[in-house]
């Protein structure tokens, strides 16, 4: 990060345009881009929600300081392009980052963007500000900024504490859009502005949320669309039944499983359908502060008899991967090798090995055939967790459980998890970027909201901490696998796989290109163009 300045990407434009001048001429403009939400979003505040619901649908609204490329596949800091800030420089400290910001956005209601705006969003975020939000995922994604300073309208800089090596790539996740000083944040939930390339239309709860194009937008010639039209429709036999019959252009982001890619191409053999991975774990909550969930024990045994190959194979026709918190080989940025993985008693040996153990703990808790440990496994009313819920009820009753399944309405399922109302959940996490100031910050530290499991280990914190501040990739890297280990071991909150799906789109969506390590940053949707 030292004393490096980020220009913008003014040379690759004009290469772009010396290279391929007539595919910018096959660019059409107009027609309302169709697609579907698979639950109803919670609110249209994005820095206040956890679900992709709400970040999928809202992001064409906004504006991030920086974003990751929306036309390059993997989010990393090379990736890192110019959105409200037109460039940026660190200081010789690595811990003040100067941001010169664009003097021609103007939020959807016209008034001008300014440094002010930066500076009421992130001190919302920080409780500076008198109007706070009302939810707080990610609030310590930003635990290092002591403070924003504006130097005139069109400058800004960040002040940090200490360096932080992924604060660059947080501000570029779609889950860091700048909000509006004016614009209350409860009016944020219900009615968005922001100075992204559409406009907020209608939010109609369980029906549908619409959004037109921004003539005033600050980008020259985006967007082609005229608009963007969300049906929330939850049965998924009924939405991919609707996109075969062209009702929609494209799918929710990862609806279709693997099992699913080969109904959906031979009713739309035209679509193209791109399987990757998600940036999505699958992962085992358990109530530690219920009894008898307190007990470790009890825990180290449903973590030994999780099945994660049989998961795999079923629900993503083999295609997800197994690893520990952190996304695994290839596809992730920071992860354990396969080998060191499979040491761990919990990957170890085969399953009716890791079964048997299992077995034997239970019985040694008192509990056997004839005495079962009786338990409600929750989960999210969405087919993407309800899926592989059905299975880990299956796996727990193999080892004297009797479990059965509770599907929890999904616009109540995250504030129950934080509240701790359950006792076993099976859970699914989106990264918002794919770094450890992510997964980890948010899965384990104490005081996060999304650390639904309550775990805190103040050694894994001050790790984890460590991990933070480091600016070389390989130290940071070797002690990313010191705090996995750790992790493992304590049967933190247990990985059953990282996911893999697929969305489809008809050959008519021009410029939609995936991202295959988060699903949450490539819907600004103005490079997206219908060749109808």
């Not at 690595?94 to 910001?101: A, D, F, Q």
């Not at 079962?372 to 819920?389: M, N, S």
């Not at 999904?410 to 989106?430: E, F």
């Amino acid at each position: 990060m030292k004393n490096r300045v980020h220009r913008g990407f003014s040379a690759l434009l004009v290469g772009a345009c010396v290279v391929a001048p007539t595919a910018a001429l096959a660019q059409k403009s107009g027609g309302i881009l169709k697609t579907y939400n698979s639950s109803n979003p919670p609110s249209a505040s994005i820095i206040e929600e956890a679900t992709i619901a709400t970040a999928f649908a809202f992001a064409p609204i906004f504006n991030n300081l920086v974003i990751f490329d929306q036309r390059e596949p993997i989010n990393k800091p090379d990736a890192i392009r110019p959105e409200l800030a037109e460039s940026w420089s660190w200081d010789a400290t690595n811990t003040k980052l100067t941001m010169k910001l664009r003097q021609n956005a103007k939020w959807h209601d016209g008034k001008p963007f300014t440094s002010q705006d930066v500076k009421c969003t992130w001190d919302r975020i920080l409780g500076k500000d008198k109007d706070t939000f009302r939810k707080n995922p990610r609030k310590l994604w930003w635990a290092a900024i002591k403070e924003i300073v504006p130097n005139g309208d069109h400058e800004v800089t960040f002040e940090l504490s200490r360096p932080q090596a992924a604060f660059l790539s947080l501000l570029a996740s779609n889950l860091s859009p700048v909000y509006p000083c004016h614009v209350p944040t409860a009016a944020m939930r219900t009615k968005p502005i922001g100075t992204g390339p559409f406009k907020f239309v209608a939010f109609e709860a369980n029906n549908v949320i619409r959004m037109e194009k921004n003539p005033d937008y600050w980008r020259q010639g985006r967007p082609y669309l005229d608009g963007v039209e969300i049906r929330i429709i939850g049965n998924r036999s009924t939405r991919i039944l609707a996109f075969a019959a062209n009702e929609f252009d494209i799918t929710f982001v990862a609806d279709v499983t693997a099992p699913l890619v080969g109904d959906v191409m031979s009713r739309s053999p035209q679509a193209q359908c791109k399987l990757v991975p998600t940036g999505v774990s699958t992962n085992l909550l358990v109530n530690r502060t219920k009894p008898p969930f307190d007990d470790a024990k009890l825990r180290d045994a449903m973590t030994l008899a999780l099945d994660r190959d049989a998961m795999v194979k079923i629900v993503t026709s083999g295609k997800a991967s197994i690893s520990g918190a952190m996304m695994g080989e290839p596809e992730g940025n920071w992860p354990m090798p396969k080998a060191k993985l499979m040491q761990f008693a919990a990957y170890a040996g085969t399953m009716e090995e890791r079964r048997a153990k299992a077995r034997k703990i239970m019985a040694d808790l008192g509990y056997g055939p004839d005495k079962k440990l009786k338990v409600k496994v929750g989960t999210r009313d969405f087919q993407a967790f309800k899926d592989p819920a059905v299975l880990l009820v299956d796996q727990l009753n193999q080892i004297y459980f009797e479990a059965e399944l509770e599907i929890i309405e999904s616009t109540l399922y995250y504030g129950r998890v934080a509240r701790g109302d359950y006792a076993v959940v099976l859970n699914l996490t989106g990264s918002g970027v794919d770094d450890p100031d992510v997964t980890m910050v948010e899965g384990y530290t104490c005081n996060s909201e999304r650390n639904y499991t309550k775990y805190c280990n103040k050694d894994v914190e001050a790790l984890i901490e460590k991990q933070s501040q480091e600016i070389d990739p390989k130290r940071r890297l070797e002690l990313v696998w010191t705090i996995e280990k750790i992790l493992i071991e304590d049967a933190a909150r247990p990985i059953i796989f990282h996911g893999f799906a697929g969305t489809c789109w008809h050959p008519h969506v021009k410029n939609q290109v995936l991202h295959e390590n988060s699903i949450y940053n490539n819907w600004r949707l103005e490079d997206v163009w219908l060749d109808k």
